[in-house]
């Protein structure tokens, strides 16, 4: 008598997910340019509808040797990444302003041809929403042209400012940056020239995922009393931002954290 075939109910619930992972690829595809979060969403639901559909030779595979290696090593990996994803999000919302910063730092996001892009807007809405509260901090725009704007996204992101009723003398645009370092490099160098040093207070306002290398950057240029101002995202861009930014966070401590050591990774967000 042959034993029982029906499908576990933790392949039920894989199929399940790799349907609404597909639905969401689809969605977010519609909306958003191709990027590596995308990516990483893309692979996550291949794995997913994969694991589901021939799950047996699968496990089979997995039961011994080399393969039981491998599928230790993809559950110690996955572990590391849920890990990164909390770090991602703790590091987001540590070392908020005292509310006695000199000047605040809005990094480039991108434009639509000439406007701000959903994820510009929300980072100089958290911008305008400080300066509401302490008028007389400085707001340093930062960005210059990509290939499809029309403007350099400094100059677009000080004319959104002003619309909102920032004076024109509150606001100064950097305008040729092409990086996030280039962004905290030059307004540094132009907030010098106000007369504001780096071991003065500041705060870089970025979206909330961004915000652990961001405040690492502004260390790298020489600011020494850096906060945070964390800006929202869209629902729909949650995972794939939080889970590209875990790989961006990997690369800069490997590649452009300039601290040493074991506490290396940590420093920034405590």
């Known amino acids: 008598m042959k034993g029982n075939r029906s499908m576990p109910l933790r392949i039920t619930a894989v199929l399940v997910l790799a349907v609404l992972a597909l639905v969401y690829c689809i969605l977010v595809r519609m909306h958003s340019n ?33 393969g039981r290696f491998l599928k230790i090593s993809f559950f110690c990996a996955a572990g590391f990444f849920v890990l990164m994803l909390l770090f991602v999000a703790v590091g987001g919302y540590s070392h908020q302003p005292a509310g006695n910063e000199k000047a605040v730092i809005v990094l480039g996001a991108g434009l639509k041809k000439d406007v701000p892009s959903g ?36 100059v677009a992101m000080a004319r959104y400012l002003h619309q909102h009723g920032v004076p024109k003398e509150s ?18 160098q132009l907030l010098k020239e106000r007369g504001i040093d780096a071991d003065e207070p500041v705060a870089v306002v970025t979206n909330a995922f961004h915000c652990y290398r961001g405040r690492g950057y502004a260390k790298q240029v020489g600011f020494t009393a850096v906060s945070s101002i964390p800006a929202s995202i869209s629902p729909e861009s949650v995972p794939i931002c939080y ?26 967000i405590f």
């Open 243 to 268: 889970m590209r930014e875990v790989f961006a966070i990997l690369y800069y401590w490997v590649f452009k954290s300039s601290q040493t050591g074991w506490i290396a990774p940590f420093v920034g």
């Open 119 to 154: 994820l510009l807007q929300r980072r100089l809405n958290a911008a305008l929403d400080y300066y509401n509260q302490h008028p007389d901090v400085l707001i340093v725009v930062t960005g210059g042209q990509g290939r499809d704007e029309t403007i350099p996204e400094g």
């Open 171 to 188: 606001i100064i645009t950097e305008s040729k940056s092409t990086s996030t370092e280039e962004n905290l490099l030059f307004a540094r």
């Open 34 to 66: 191709f990027n590596f979060g995308i990516l990483i969403a893309y692979g996550i639901t291949a794995a997913l509808w994969g694991y589901g559909l021939f799950y047996r030779p699968i496990e089979r595979f997995c039961a011994k040797g080399f």
